[in-house]
């Protein structure tokens, strides 16, 4: 009897940088995580991925480098598995989504500007962003920094969205109201 041995297949392991879905910088090995890679498509730097956080919650990631040695005090067996692939598509939903969250706090700020905004706006900003301060009235020195700072923020995203000039000179005019306010202290 004639019995073939199958060389078994070597478990690979790679480093991966935790990034947000909509995040487009690069990974970085000097900063990363090692996992083993066991999926059927094989690994290459850039790679967005699927991993378990350290929450055991999936969290997305990208492939920093491919083959590394496993970190020191730890085993192969040790290590937590790549799950799968990140789809274009869940790249693009999320995408969709962090536009629409800038969209609608641009919208809350429009309205604290004084600036005409077409149907409702939310009471409370999406995760991620400042409350709108107020346009105008008086603070103390540290509270004028904060508020020009969210106006400032306001301001850049306008400009980033390609929103309407008035929009645009609006926010950044309350920015700098506030920081004149600051600089007084």
Not at 122 to 134: E, H, L, N, W, Y
Request: proline share 7%.
């Amino acid at each position: 009897m004639i019995f073939k041995f199958r060389k078994r297949a070597r478990t690979r392991v790679v480093l991966v940088s935790f990034r947000e879905l909509t995040s487009d910088k690069p990974a970085d090995a000097n900063h990363a995580y090692a996992y083993t890679w066991d999926l059927p498509a094989p690994p290459e730097v850039g790679t967005r991925v699927w991993v378990p956080g350290s929450d055991g919650r999936p969290a997305a990631a990208t492939i920093a480098a491919v083959d590394a040695p496993v970190p020191r005090g730890y085993t192969q067996a040790e290590l937590k598995a790549a799950t799968r692939l990140i789809t274009a598509q869940e790249i693009a939903e999320a995408n969709v989504k962090v536009v629409a969250d800038r969209d609608a706090w641009l919208d809350m700020a429009r309205r604290a500007a004084g600036l005409a905004v077409a149907g409702r706006t939310r009471t409370k900003p999406p995760s991620g962003f400042d409350p709108i301060p107020p346009a105008d009235g008086t603070a103390s020195a540290r509270k004028a920094g904060e508020y020009g700072r969210v106006w400032w923020r306001a301001f850049k995203q306008a400009e980033e969205a390609g929103r309407d000039a008035d929009e645009i000179s609006a926010y950044r005019a309350i920015a700098h109201r506030w920081y004149a306010i600051r600089d007084k202290g």
